[in-house]
């Protein structure tokens, strides 16, 4: 399959995930779920082993296919588990994406790259790729803070050199940052949602 071909899907898949996000948010803030959190635990069920499971799933899969905005799915998590638990199941939901999508990388190389990100995003950090230490102290940054696209990083982290030990090491030591970051502000973010449209 062409790259162009491989990116339009990936490209429909996530519009997709987008429009249907906003339609469930519209419709959750209709509900008032943001108001009461039991709405959103009586979504998931109360099933003590396949809510988290089913929850850590869908962070794997939006890690690796970006169906629906992971800001989102992050923040769903805390809403929907609380703030200990939530962070708990995003964290490993979306550190074992990490590491499946870094493989996928490696094992499949440039063309699955490009067919899964934006040429702006490979252009804009390809240079990183230049320098090995370079590439792993900035990819590290990146990961500790949530302000590059980690998801396509970790992808492109594929091409280099890094080991995959090296590899987990940091996202096991550097994500959570950002997962705590983006998920309580997000949390508060959905809350000022609720109150001006509640």
Request: glycine share 8%.
């Amino acid at each position: 399959m062409r790259v162009a071909q491989s990116r339009r899907i990936v490209n429909f898949i996530s519009l997709l995930g987008v429009c249907v996000t906003v339609s469930v948010i519209i419709y959750l803030v209709s509900m008032g779920a943001f108001r009461d959190i039991n709405v959103f635990q009586r979504l998931v069920g109360h099933s003590l082993i396949m809510a988290p499971i089913i929850f850590i799933l869908l962070q794997i899969i939006q890690v690796v296919i970006p169906i629906i905005p992971g800001g989102i799915s992050t923040a769903a998590g805390v809403l929907i588990f609380g703030p200990v638990a939530g962070f708990i199941y995003n964290y490993i939901g979306i550190a074992l994406g990490s590491v499946i999508i870094f493989l996928l990388g490696r094992r499949f190389g440039k063309p699955l790259v490009l067919s899964l990100i934006s040429d702006k995003t490979y252009n804009k950090y390809m240079h990183w790729l230049e320098n090995q230490e370079r590439f792993d102290k900035l990819f590290a940054l990146a990961i500790f803070l949530p302000i590059a696209p980690d998801d396509a990083l970790c992808l492109m982290a594929g091409l280099t050199n890094i080991s995959l030990k090296k590899f987990i090491w940091i996202i096991v030591l550097a994500k959570p940052a950002s997962i705590a970051a983006y998920s309580f502000a997000l949390v508060y973010g959905l809350e000022m949602v609720a109150k001006i449209f509640g």
